[in-house]
């Protein structure tokens, strides 16, 4: 009896040591970590000794574990949502042949725009995602950089043209069936119509983000394939000198900058689901790394066929052009997928949009930003509240004609990510020493001068918009600036209930103070493991936990 009795106790004070010692390197680390093999194994100990100590307390079996995970995404489907949230497939680059006055320009724009923009755009995520892997994203980059008052006017901007962004989808998705289906011309059909989709959509993302990651894959097959197709057809059709043809007289320079900024940008956005991701500091770079290769291929490929295959006066490469090309090139029924192509593709971006969205207003809840209601989640671990209040902004933008959402979103993206780019070398100068799963393999001074080129991209874009957008998004900043401290209010006048706010600089705590904590922490989970036990559970499963 006295030997069991001492083995129990034994391995209930090995349990607690290994419970320590992994929540003192997980503060050290803080959140960065998290996503690298050692947080994995970190994280894989720290589960098993509060198992192993709950067990001994009676308090829960392991199996209650297991049962409040989520699915996380994993490399593949984060791909085919980084592909949705920037590209979709190349429906709508036809208006770059167009403005462009000729094929030439376009197929040069998505060669070169890729260099001096999606590259610096897609390895700065990659560097600011692995090292601040929470949902939020570029919120929680800003706010590291700046201030919370800044990161708060990020999530804003950011949030409204992505939500205008998705505004677009349920209308293109009518616009194309509509060439089969005449009845969605008629405004009676066409609203329930816009209203049906919308919430059919909102439901998906509701069920759970591994499913809205799987039907991004097979969402992906089924719109490029189609292309691929095409482009073997068009062969033995190619002249290449048809490539070349442009009329620079006739450039509407304007709709051609605004096309190639909207079609090659939102590399960013993918950023506010890293805290759903399965070892983000590893999938993160390799998932943004396969997105560039699909999005320029997806848009290079095809209009390399169809220009190059067809006679076509720049004037007919109108929006839904390539299901003419389909035709031309390949009949008919290459003509009907290119059009059920499309038409999913446009579910494909809203479900990815509208998941970013949502877990971008979770994040900020997390951090203080926003009421709690926005960080509750389902029983299926999505953000109920998020989803819906995103749904909400979604069916009153929905009026809005595609030139003007296109280029009021283009505009507040932009402003937007020059203050990533800012926060990006702004960390690079105050934090050297932050713990970075992936680094550019740049020295400050040249990732500085990588994010020139785009940040003169960027305000180049907003030099060329109206009047009118220059109104209408310096109102959506002045509302942003107004509602950060009316929330600020709120909190602390506590009317309405907010998130604790975590500590901006836990990960800088000195080696001292971390071996105190370290023996405070052994002393309390030798005299009350039951206490520090629920503690730990209520860490592990803070982000799968039920409403």
């Known amino acids: 009896m006295f030997r069991s009795d001492t083995l129990t106790h034994t391995r209930h004070i090995a349990s607690c040591r290994v419970l320590v010692t992994a929540r003192t390197v997980l503060r050290e680390e803080q959140v960065a970590v998290a996503g690298t093999k ?6 894989s100990q720290l589960e098993y000794a509060a198992v192993l100590v709950g067990e001994q307390e009676g308090m829960f079996s392991s199996d209650d574990v297991k049962k409040k995970s989520n699915p996380k995404l994993t490399l593949l489907p984060l791909i085919a949502l980084i592909f949705y949230e920037v590209s979709g497939g190349p429906f709508g680059v036809e208006d770059s042949v167009r403005a462009g006055a000729g094929p030439l320009l376009s197929l040069l724009g998505f060669f070169i725009f890729p260099l001096i923009w999606s590259i610096p755009e897609a390895l700065v995520t ?3 995602a ?3 892997p929470d949902n939020g994203g570029y919120v929680v980059w800003i706010s590291s950089a700046f201030g919370p008052f800044w990161g708060f006017q990020e999530g804003f901007w950011k949030w409204f043209s992505g939500v205008m962004d998705n505004a677009l989808y349920p209308v293109l998705f009518l616009d194309y069936l509509k060439h089969s289906l005449p009845i969605f011309n008629l405004t009676i059909a066409r609203i329930p119509a816009l209203l049906g989709i919308t919430f059919s959509l909102t439901y998906l993302n509701y069920r759970g983000l591994h499913i809205v990651g799987l039907s991004a894959v097979l969402l992906a097959l089924f719109s490029l394939f189609p292309f691929l197709i095409l482009a073997i057809l068009s062969i033995p059709l190619i002249r290449p000198r048809r490539w070349l043809v442009v009329d620079l007289n006739k450039v509407d320079w304007r709709g051609y900058f605004n096309n190639m900024f909207w079609n090659l940008n939102y590399w960013d956005k ?11 500091s590893k999938t993160f770079p390799k998932a943004l790394l396969g997105g560039l290769v ?11 066929a169809g220009t190059g295959a067809l006679r076509s006066s720049p004037s007919e490469w109108a929006d839904g052009y390539f299901a003419q090309v389909g035709m031309l090139i390949g009949g008919f029924w290459l003509k009907l997928w290119i059009q059920a192509a499309a038409a999913m593709s446009n579910l494909g971006l809203f479900e990815a949009e509208m998941s970013s969205d949502a877990f971008q207003l979770l994040g900020m809840s997390k951090m203080g930003m926003l009421p709690a209601v926005f960080s509750s989640r389902s029983k299926y671990g999505t953000p109920t509240v998020s989803i819906l209040f995103s749904a909400t902004g979604v069916i009153f933008l929905s009026w809005m004609s595609f030139q003007e959402i296109v280029e009021f979103l283009n505009f507040l993206y932009a ?9 990006f070398i702004t960390l690079r100068l105050k934090e050297p020493n932050l713990y970075r ?3 550019i393999p740049l020295q400050t001074l040249w990732a500085a001068m990588l994010c020139l080129p785009p940040a003169l991209l960027l305000i180049l874009v907003m030099c060329l918009a109206s009047l009118r957008t220059f109104i209408v998004s310096g109102a959506v900043i002045l509302v942003g600036f107004i509602l950060y401290p009316v929330l600020v209010q709120a909190k602390h006048k506590n009317w309405i209930t907010f998130e604790m706010e975590p500590p901006s600089k836990g990960c800088q705590q000195s080696h001292s103070e971390l071996v105190d904590q370290e023996n405070k922490d052994f002393e309390l989970l030798v005299s009350s493991p039951s206490a520090c036990v629920e503690e730990e559970l209520s860490l592990m499963q803070s982000d799968s ?3």
């Open 126 to 128: 990659a560097e600011l």
């Open 545 to 547: 936990k039920p409403n």
């Open 437 to 439: 799963p992936y680094r």
């Open 130 to 132: 692995t090292t601040f």
């Open 415 to 423: 402003i937007g990510m020059l203050l990533e780019f800012a926060a």
């Open 38 to 43: 050692q947080g994995k194994q970190i994280r």
């Open 294 to 304: 699909l999005v320029i291929s997806s848009y290079l490929i095809p209009l390399l």
């Open 270 to 280: 993918a950023s506010t689901l890293a805290g759903e991701v399965e070892n983000p």
